[in-house]
Structure formats: structure tokens, C-alpha cells
């Protein structure tokens, strides 16, 4: 079965930093494009970062320099490493495929882990 | 950075009546390589992540039910719901994905009139 499932998250305190994962089953991380998505608490969705296949990274301007994305091709996992967390960045954190075949639409996405930054 | 505008914001449509949901891009998301409009909808239910609905603006998710449509082109797009179902009641997001940042409309929350 093709699924993804975050782990990671958690209460952290403004400043502080967390790594999130999320391990795929059914099919390869690192021959696809792998993007991060957040929701905060009762609102819409936001991207976040992408890895493309080859290994490119991008990144939202809200999070340009302080979130890493990375995979770890033997564990078939991508990663998000939050670093300098603000009361913004609170949101439920998504991970999803980008489907070639549909011109990088979002096909599969994991349930959700859940980001509290707050003292 | 592509901005994408849904309207409506809230939508209340009878059972077995017909949901029209509109999302404008603010340019144009047709690659004419291949014309193709890089927009696809998502259905999102209360405490579940986003459901693929259509990609290429038109074109239906495997096991996606028929009364689900898309349409549009250029930076003008349509979902429509032929005819509602209980199980329909969401919010349903457009997103373009024709280049950096990906972007998502601010969403549409469909209800049970």
C-alpha cells in the first residue's frame, strides 16, 4: 500500500527547533518530488519546502533559512528540520508526493503531525 | 509568487442540488509546451489531510466519483458538484503547481443547505 506517515512533532518553545519525518511505504522517496505542507490551527493550507528527484531543495519565504528538507534514501524517509521556531510556524505539518505523471499534483498524503511552538 | 482567489468563500447547497466552486490564479498556469493548466483541487474533511480530486484542471483522481468536475483554462477554473451528497460537506482547495512556491486558494467550505 502506498502511504506516508509523519512523526516528529510536538509542544516546543519560540526559538527552539524539532525534526520532523516522514517514512513512505509503496514507492520510492527519492525518485519523486516530495513537498511539506503546513495548516495552522483553522486555516488554509501553505507549502513549505520541496526536494525534487535529483535533490534540489525550495523553500516558502516564511521559512527560508530556518527549515532544512532532506531524505535518507535507505530509510526511504524525508525530513523537515525546523530550526528557530516562531508562534507562526504552530500548524499541523503535512508530507506529500508530487506525481509526475499528473504534473506534480499532490497524490498521497500522510495524516498529519501537529507543531505547537509556544512557552 | 502565483496568487490563487476561491470564491466563494462559504457555500451552502441543497442535497441533489448543484455546488460551483471558482478559483482565478492571478497569471496564467497553462504550460502551451503541452497545454496543460497545472491546477488541481482537494477535498478536505474535518481532522483528515487533503484529498486529490482533479489534476490538469480537468482530469479525475482514480475512484473520484463522476458528479466531481473541473474545468477552466488560462487563470479561470471551475469545480463543480453535479448533484450533492452528504458525504460532499468539506472544504475543498485549488492549487497551482505550474512552478515555486506552490501555491493553494484560500479554500471553500461547502455545506448542506
Known amino acids: 500500500e502506498v502511504q506516508l506517515v509523519e512523526s516528529g512533532g510536538g509542544l516546543v518553545q519560540p526559538g527552539g527547533s524539532l525534526r520532523l519525518s516522514c517514512a513512505a511505504s509503496g514507492f520510492t522517496v527519492s525518485s519523486n518530488y516530495m513537498s511539506w505542507v503546513r495548516q495552522a490551527p483553522g486555516k488554509g493550507l501553505e507549502w513549505v519546502s520541496v526536494i525534487y528527484s535529483a535533490g534540489s531543495t525550495y523553500y516558502a519565504d516564511s521559512v527560508k533559512g530556518r527549515f532544512t528538507i532532506s531524505r535518507d534514501n535507505s530509510k526511504n524517509t524525508l525530513y523537515l528540520q525546523m530550526n528557530s521556531l516562531r508562534t507562526e510556524d504552530t500548524a499541523v505539518y503535512y508530507c506529500?508526493?508530487?506525481?509526475?505523471?499528473?504534473?506534480?499534483?499532490?497524490?498521497?498524503w500522510g495524516q498529519g503531525t501537529m507543531v505547537t511552538v509556544s512557552s | 509568487d502565483i496568487v490563487m482567489t476561491q470564491s466563494p468563500d462559504s457555500l451552502a447547497v441543497s442535497l441533489g442540488e448543484r455546488a460551483t466552486i471558482k478559483c482565478k490564479s492571478s497569471q496564467s498556469i497553462l504550460y502551451s509546451s503541452n497545454n496543460k493548466n497545472y491546477l488541481a483541487w482537494y477535498q478536505q474533511k474535518p481532522g483528515q489531510p487533503p484529498k486529490l480530486l482533479i489534476y490538469?484542471?480537468?482530469t479525475r483522481e482514480s475512484g473520484v466519483p463522476d458528479r466531481f468536475s473541473g474545468s477552466g483554462s488560462g487563470t479561470d477554473f471551475t469545480l463543480t458538484i453535479g448533484s450533492l451528497q452528504a458525504e460532499d460537506v468539506a472544504v475543498y482547495y485549488c492549487?497551482?503547481?505550474?512552478?515555486?512556491?506552490?501555491?493553494f486558494g484560500q479554500g471553500t467550505k461547502l455545506e448542506v443547505k
Open positions: 506529500a508526493r508530487e506525481r509526475e505523471e499528473m504534473g506534480l499534483a499532490f497524490d498521497i
Open positions: 492549487h497551482q503547481y505550474y512552478n515555486t512556491p506552490r501555491t
Open positions: 490538469w484542471a480537468s
